[in-house]
């Protein structure tokens, strides 16, 4: 299957902003979405269609595709962020399968 | 309000069967450009999708696990379900059901946008 690379963690001072990122061939030809895990709870939408919020989330989080190339950027990170962060497109091959990418955990120092 | 809530053993043996059903309320599973699926997370690991279903019955499972596992949805009783057959230690995780939205619009879109809280799974004897 294809893959989606993400950094396995990325780290950020409180009020600062950050961006994290999902490579592969299924984000060029497909949309990306994105999704907050915090310890001990079910994943969370957070960005759909590459730059889509869905109702009820923060403003501070917003979505961008450039190229094979999907970006989550947090704005004024606050101590509530931290949590580990996928992405996640449909296959490149031409399946109807989901990929996702392995994650990326997020520390707000 | 919408709820997905899985439903499991917590606890199987290897070599056995694991069962796992997601109820579905505040929405009809026969709902058109939605697919119901199954994601599971091992312990410490990321996200790993297994399986998607449309209430037609047609599915879809990744290659990995294809061998192992089926997903059926009950229509009559608004849920779904997964099957897997001859699991190991490997199989422990926290399964997850979700919905699975698709569209095409010169490429497609697939988001997971309603989740269950998850189902903890271990495989021991």
Known sequence: ?109 | QVHLRESGPGQVKPSETLSLTCNVSGVSIITHSFYWAWVRQAPGKGLEWIASTYYSGTAYYTPALRSRVASSVDTSKNQFSLTMKSVTAADTATYYCARLSTSENGGWLYYFDLWGQGSRVTVSS
């Open chain 1, 1 to 109: 299957s294809v893959e989606l690379t993400q950094d396995p963690a990325v780290s950020v001072a409180l009020g600062q902003t950050v961006t994290i990122t999902c490579q592969g061939d299924s984000v060029r030809r497909n949309s990306a979405s994105w999704y907050q895990q915090r310890p001990g709870q079910a994943p969370k939408l957070l960005i759909y269609n590459a730059d889509k919020r869905p109702s009820g989330i923060s403003g501070r989080f917003s979505g961008s595709r450039s190229g094979n190339t999907a970006s989550l950027t947090i704005t004024g990170a606050q101590t509530e962020d931290e949590a580990d962060y996928y992405c996640n497109s449909r296959d490149s091959s031409g399946q109807p399968f989901v990929v996702f990418g392995g994650g990326t955990k997020l520390t707000v120092l």
